[in-house]
């Protein structure tokens, strides 16, 4: 079972990630389409929370080489197995606050003698192989948000949890929680500190660090500074995007003679 | 009941249309948020083919004050029918070919004496109140495609057939079968002229005339032309686009300074 | 092979009928668990139109006692042949016009050497047994609509058809067609007379007639003229009913004293 | 944003509720058609547990006037949020107990400083606008549930909890884990005196109070006594209710005179 | 309400159960007229985990002569109240530590005064009749797994919980967790024994005993054994093992005189 | 865009089928890992009938190495047109009769100017590439139903018509309407000689031939005798059967010594 993404991590790129709210899965193709490294469906904030949404959405990009994650909505062990089930390799768990709840995570997430998921990995053995259970212990990603005050001053110690592989930082939580006025602002340098220093806490420890970039820009922003699991776009802000952006073109534009297609 | 395109036509404007092949409410929603006159849900080409698909778009966008159409995916009476009683408001046909065909299609569209539409408005009596069915004649719309050499030809007749309110122009279809090589080729002058004739017959019909242009550039050319229904966007085309130059950002640009946001 | 309806059809009974136009499971399994004799699930003007809806709801009233009936959106043979496929007991067949297209739809539901029904009753095996396909030419309901004034003219042809079970007639397209002001108007002497014959045609013919009643009260009227078949109800319209009468009663009533219980 | 139901409480009115246990869109949108100030999906015993089936219900009455409240099925945070966030206005927690699990349904509901809701509202950005999230801690409504005696208990204290809008009371719960052999008896003087009391606790800290009063003529009483948010029809039982009821109709009069509609 | 199972234990019959992890109505629907005593979804490893998903082929099986039960992800009160209240007889609950979960899980299905089930049985009071909320707490069935080293350590004082109708023996993880190289090996003295030493605690307890035995020869020898409660096939695995078997009987043999036939 | 199939036929090699009537992803994601070259998803008489069904179990084997089929239910263009915009390979036309129904058959899956196929290849642009309008018509297979008395009168003209890829015998029906008394009786000589005539028709104009031959010991005879096209199980069937034998096993076998394992 080869892990792109691990592979990627070994050689030191960073990965890029799309980010998937809408839940249906021939958005989803047409994501993977793109070649992004990775899709994480959100279904903490994002509109496919459950299996049923979920399933068909891994279904529909197997085989197009983009990995698929997903953001848990919390901690919830049974749902965190059930998604390592139905074929998930990359879990980001929100909200986490210190060692203890970023332990139980990692125990969810994995086998005897590592942890306590439960054997039944039903899609799982059907896409990746009947080894599955043997080597989903090193072949499943796990990665803790850092988007609450607490994680932020635990971040030390939760770095040490055995089998994590690394941080997710959530901007706009962490922002907010910290009282910040304006909200994720990669342009205040007080802000901008603490993202460098939770990049280097990992870095101590060898472990990756991904940020909810947005925006292509962002994205490249934090991987030029060592950021290795990317975020730059969201499926249903990307869509509502671009079509604005159209109908504004279409009303704006008086000009007649250039004629476009795509 | 107000029908909001027949207002604006009557006042000479253009509506701008919003083209739905995703096959899901959400992304429905989204697009119907920003704005457009029209959305048409295509139910040849796109992914919500039959009223499982359809009816949660339709519920999603209710209210929005974007106008549902549906593009038939064939001359079907029954099918007519039913997007009619879910509370489509305007209907555009496919692959019509002459005067025959289009009257037919009128006949399912339209309640006795006009046509044979069956009486049984589930939705549209919910949505727009229990005067629909003695209004729905005057309501609903109508559109023709012209799309292959047949009807083309036959265009004089089909402008005559007596409640069909427009013309809608299918270039791609319509270039292939006239055998041009480039398809849709907006800046061909031979090709241009036939889409200048199909809006003159129509304007000697007082019939509107639509045209999938694709891109907000080319319906602004076809709205300035006299085209009064202009297609100018493709939702699943629309994500893949930007999808890709949100990956291609990423990936081409060195720059890292700029912090983008949206 | 038993088929309760045509029992109750043999011992001279009338058969109760709720009209489904609800596509959900539960409203079918809260129909079912009333008590009629049939069940029709709309697919002309309902919203479960296709068998992606219509499975589930036939899955939840199977061992209810309620026989499942269809009413089609047209005389399509391939949807005839996938409802009875699908375990539907009796169709009823809206728009018929004369022998020709009643003769297609006889033929679309039966097996060879009646008709042409393909073989492959998928569901209808697992539910029915496997000595279905022997049966199910016996088994099987045919009732076809009275709505248009064509069939009207042509019912005596109509009634000779061989494997026809029955009439069922459309009050409401039925007088629209006819150009009667007032729809379905059950007072109207002329119009009853028109019922009146339609059932004295099926007598001679000893085919059943039913009727689209639309309240209990006319569904015993006809059912006392000598209807066999009389729908009582419309899932749909019946919930909007209760739900207004309900917010009347409580904006209504000052009373307080009387305290309800349902 | 405007809040209609926190307008009507603030002029001191009692706004109407439909209960909603059926998981589908077109069910919700007729019930929505009606006029009710509110609609809950019931998540704890209805048949729309999750976001997949409440999803469409949203979207289906978005418009129509009718606010929708969801009863969650517990004291879950993410679920809470996932409500929140795809544009659910009002929460009725069930099951509470006391300060503490009442303080954390509180705290999953608001977005800081008041509490820890994660940022991230994917529909209610589109339907309620941009400034949804600096609003949101004002706009959403909370209701507590008192239906069991520890909550009854420490309902005094649970008053006072920050943001709290108001209890829910769930009578059949209550008296049966009060012991009560028949449950939710209001003419009972003694299972009225606690819900009487109840509301005097409400009205001594400027809450408002809600009851569970299934017809329309309970609804009625309690309004009167001083509820403020009135729950009069589960659309269930309303659709078994009447479809029993037809059935009756049909069966028992033999009358065949008087010819009814609806 | 008579409870099948109940009855067949009583008269000291082993059940046979089948495993169900495929999320769809119809294979749910094949497997009940194969003629199990039980069926069981899987909503821990299964790809059917939520009521969306589950509530159809509760439906589906409906009055089959199978019964229902669910395995549930986890101890979740809110989930374990939703299965009882759309019909689920028995609950099947994993990952079972000692006493004090055991206990909240069978506190979770039962009514005042054995637990704090909450009132709204929507669809059992459909299906079992309005008497069902009486009844309840005798016709349900909750059987605790024993899966964990912990449960093994406290079975005996799990065993004395009232209300538990039985345990249920996941094999695999408890091999895995008691660190046994070869899982679920049913050959390994040391393992049969432990999997005796459960049986003759529940004997000793007045409890049945259930096993997750894979085949139907295992079942048989655990059935024979004295095991009440025997799981032998699983939908999806069932389904690949012939699909593989018909695909290398057709690439094998040459033979080609035999013409067989199913 | 490589098509595996027509490789193989190439090297006059015979392609193995899976029929598929269950209406759901996982089922059909399991039998593409078994190896089939071939799905054919049965339109006609299986489960999954429209786009909204076909299209996730489309998406769900993308990939595996299984190339998917689906039987027609019907001959309609608008039907044809969708499957092929959905990305199907190869079509089944069923109940074809001579040269006018199959020349339509050819004509509504071919673009111009060999038909009139409308172009708009919505997922077979994502899934095959951008070229796959252009070579669209190299690419998509065509297989002719040989089931009615009809076709085979007229087998040597249908045989004729350009584009055709080949036969597909449907055994049931054709005996069925050739009045045979057992249906599809491959030990009947005077069966077996029209099956060996249609091959032999068919080898004379460089077609190939299939065959439903619905076991694997049929689907090597006729692969032996010159089938290039051989289905061999349905996934419904096949559920059965190992369902029905897993509990028979369990019942009849009183030997307990050997346990076995899947």
């Known amino acids: 079972m080869k892990n792109k993404i691990k592979e990627k991590w070994a050689k030191g790129e960073a990965v890029s990630n799309a980010w ?13 389409s793109v070649g992004y490294d990775v899709m994480t469906i959100d ?4 509109l496919a929370a459950d299996l049923a949404n979920i399933l068909p959405m891994l279904q529909a990009i197997e085989g197009s080489g983009t ?19 139905a074929g998930v390799v990359g879990l980001i768990c929100p909200m986490l606050e210190g060692v203890e709840d970023t332990a139980a ?16 990995p039903t899609r799982s053995n059907v896409v990746y192989g009947e080894n599955y259970a043997k080597e989903a212990n090193d072949f499943t990603i796990t990665l803790a948000m850092i988007e609450t005050p607490e994680a932020l001053k635990n971040i030390r110690n939760i770095a040490k949890i055995p089998d994590l592989d690394g941080f997710y930082v959530g901007p706009w ?5 910290l ?9 205040d340098p007080s802000f901008l500190k603490i993202l460098k220093e939770i990049l280097d806490v990992a870095n101590e420890h060898n472990l990756v660090t991904g940020i909810h970039a947005a925006t292509p820009e962002n994205a490249r922003f934090f991987a030029d500074m060592g950021y ?20 504004a073109n279409f009303e704006g534009s008086g000009k007649n003679g250039e004629l476009g297609a795509y």
Chains 1, 2, 3, 4, 5, 6 share one sequence.
């Open 20 to 32: 998937i709210s809408i839940p249906n899965a021939w958005t989803a193709e047409i994501m993977a």
């Open 43 to 46: 279904a903490q904030h994002g």
């Open 67 to 85: 990995v698929p994650f997903v953001r848990l909505p919390d901690n919830n062990p049974a749902f965190i197995m059930r998604m390592l089930d």
């Open 105 to 120: 995570f990692i125990k969810a997430a994995k086998y005897y003698p590592k942890g306590n998921r439960s054997l039944g």
């Open 173 to 177: 939580d962490l922002s907010m929680s």
């Open 179 to 187: 009282g910040y006025e304006k909200l994720a602002d990669f342009q």
């Open 228 to 247: 290795k699991f990317v975020t730059m776009i969201n499926d249903s802000s990307a869509l509502k995007t671009i079509a604005k952006s159209t109908l």
